[in-house]
């Protein structure tokens, strides 16, 4: 399945670009709106300028020329850096201005000029705002220029742009960081679901995940899940408790099968091939109860009521008796067998016998039954601090480390050759289940052609 992005992640970028986007927007109307309040302001300031203009130019239309031209230099010189002009229609300058500036400023043409017009001039790398008016003083006609620079304007918007600028990365800082909490905060209960799920197996379907009351999705989600896990989990049982009862009830006429076959064993006329046949059918019918009885372990087993006896069992003793039993087993096979125990030292721990018993002896059988004429087979066990642990060794045909992992489920055995051996593919199952229920590790190490060790640690009883 193609890797996607995790929904934290996604909710950090989608937040860090919502919380950008919408402080860019504010950003650029904050911006329209500053610079034209700006301009409108600098036209307003431009206006009253030229009203006060007219209004000096007025006042002074009865004096002489010298004493108008001495009102128009006072107020150039009073108002706006002197970029303040008096012209005739025919473009020609009323008045000469003195200041500097106003002398190289490049006037907009006047030509067809009719009303009062605004206009943008740009005059030694700056650009400057200029308003002409018409007006009439005395009976005479004329233009009044006022200019105004734009450069304060500029520069408060430069400043605010500036500002803007810098935000950038606390704006995106803040989303992503307001995303990842509301995330993570959102999302928390959908780790601990997915833990627990991933923790619930058919050994523990009883288990439920954690009841929520947050009125949303994921409570629906928690519900979902639990009614489903209720609905495996009766299914399951139904299933096993089938199997135990097919187990428990086929075992009956199976033994009837076998007394009958047994029975007409005994008779003396029977003919050599009836007995042949009888023999096989005898054989066949312990072959079958022999797996019955190892599905119904495993039933009981799943429906945790394995009927274990809990006493103290000196695992030494248990190991050298069970050693006693299989070694006749192994010199029929011409194996060797080494057994290696603590000289008068019982490793007492806490168990059930008879599962113990089991436990061990199927390990020997397996080291036995997968071991060819003249091999080595051999038990050893060690009581470390605070554990006892017991080894089964073999020379035998190994297990191929694709098989390895599996070997412990119910079924499984390992190899089509294995056909040859004996075996329901139960007997390690029940074996890890036995292990379990001591708290005892069973593991396995083992190489193709040479052999396999399975090895078993319990802890100590009282440890
Ligand atoms: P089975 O009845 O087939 O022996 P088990 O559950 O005891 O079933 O073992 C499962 C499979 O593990 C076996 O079929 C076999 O392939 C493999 N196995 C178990 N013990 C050994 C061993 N000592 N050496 C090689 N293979 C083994």
């Known amino acids: 399945m193609r890797e996607r992005w995790s929904i934290s992640l996604r909710l950090t970028l989608w937040f860090g670009s919502f919380f950008f986007l919408g402080w860019l927007l504010f950003g650029v109307t904050m911006w329209l709106n500053l610079s034209t309040t700006l301009r409108a302001e600098r036209d307003q300031t431009l206006s009253r300028r030229i009203d006060r203009f007219q209004e000096v130019l007025g006042n002074a239309q009865h004096e002489v020329q010298s004493?108008?031209?001495?009102?128009?230099?006072?107020?150039?010189?009073?108002?706006?850096?002197?970029?303040?002009?008096?012209?005739?229609?025919?473009?020609?300058?009323?008045?000469?201005?003195?200041?500097?500036?106003?002398?190289?400023?490049?006037?907009?043409?006047l030509i067809g000029m009719q009303a009062e017009k605004y206009s943008l001039v740009?005059?030694?790398?700056?650009?400057?705002?200029?308003?002409?008016?018409?007006?009439?003083?005395?009976?005479?006609?004329?233009?009044?220029?006022?200019?105004?620079?734009?450069?304060?304007?500029?520069?408060v918007l430069g400043r605010f742009l500036v500002g803007l600028?810098?935000?950038?990365?606390?704006?995106l800082l803040l989303g992503s960081a307001g995303g990842y909490l509301v995330g993570r905060r959102a999302l928390s209960p959908v780790d601990e679901i997915t833990r627990r799920v991933q923790s619930i197996s058919i050994g523990n379907l009883s288990e439920r995940l954690p009841a929520l009351n947050?009125?949303?999705?994921?409570?629906?989600?928690?519900?979902?899940?639990?009614?489903?896990l209720e609905r495996l989990e009766s299914s399951v049982l139904r299933i096993r408790q089938f199997t135990a009862d097919a187990s428990h009830e086929l075992?009956?006429?199976?033994?009837?099968?076998?007394?009958?076959?047994?029975?007409?064993?005994?008779e003396p006329q029977l003919g050599g091939e009836s007995r042949k046949t009888l023999l096989g059918i005898v054989g066949e019918v312990e072959r079958a109860t022999a797996?019955?009885?190892?599905?119904?372990t495993l039933a009981r087993a799943d429906a945790a009521h394995g009927d274990l006896l809990w006493e103290p069992v000196d695992l030494a003793g248990l190991a050298e008796e069970v050693c006693e039993t299989a070694t006749p087993r192994a010199q029929q096979c011409e194996l060797s067998f080494a057994i290696s125990l603590p000289h008068?030292?019982?490793?007492?721990?806490?168990?059930?016998?008879?599962?113990?018993?089991?436990?061990?002896?199927?390990?020997?059988?397996?080291?036995?039954?997968?071991?060819?004429?003249g091999g080595a087979v051999g038990l050893s066990l060690t009581a470390e601090a605070g554990s006892v642990v017991v080894e089964v060794t073999d020379s035998g045909i190994g297990i191929a480390a694709k098989d390895l992992p599996y070997i412990f489920d119910r079924f499984y055995r390992a190899d089509p050759s294995r056909g040859d051996v004996e075996g329901t593919g139960l007997g390690l199952a029940i074996a890890k289940w036995i292990a379990q229920m001591h708290k005892a590790e069973l593991t396995v190490s083992s190489e193709p052609g040479h052999g396999s060790t399975f090895c078993l640690t319990f802890p100590l009883a009282g440890k």
């Open 251 to 266: 075992r009956a006429p199976l033994s009837i099968i076998r007394t009958s076959s047994e029975v007409a064993l005994r």
């Open 344 to 373: 008068d030292q019982p490793a007492m721990i806490m168990g059930d016998l008879f599962a113990l018993r089991r436990l061990l002896w199927t390990l020997i059988d397996n080291a036995m039954k997968y071991t060819p004429h």
């Open 214 to 228: 947050s009125r949303d999705e994921l409570q629906r989600l928690t519900e979902t899940s639990n009614a489903m």
């Open 165 to 171: 600028g810098a935000s950038v990365p606390v704006f």
């Open 67 to 109: 004493e108008r031209l001495g009102d128009f230099l006072e107020f150039s010189r009073a108002t706006g850096n002197g970029l303040n002009e008096v012209f005739r229609p025919d473009g020609n300058r009323e008045f000469s201005n003195t200041t500097p500036a106003a002398k190289k400023f490049p006037w907009p043409s």
């Open 291 to 296: 797996l019955l009885n190892d599905m119904l």
């Open 122 to 155: 740009v005059s030694g790398g700056q650009s400057y705002r200029v308003l002409l008016r018409p007006v009439n003083v005395g009976n005479r006609s004329l233009v009044l220029a006022c200019a105004a620079s734009e450069s304060p304007n500029r520069l």
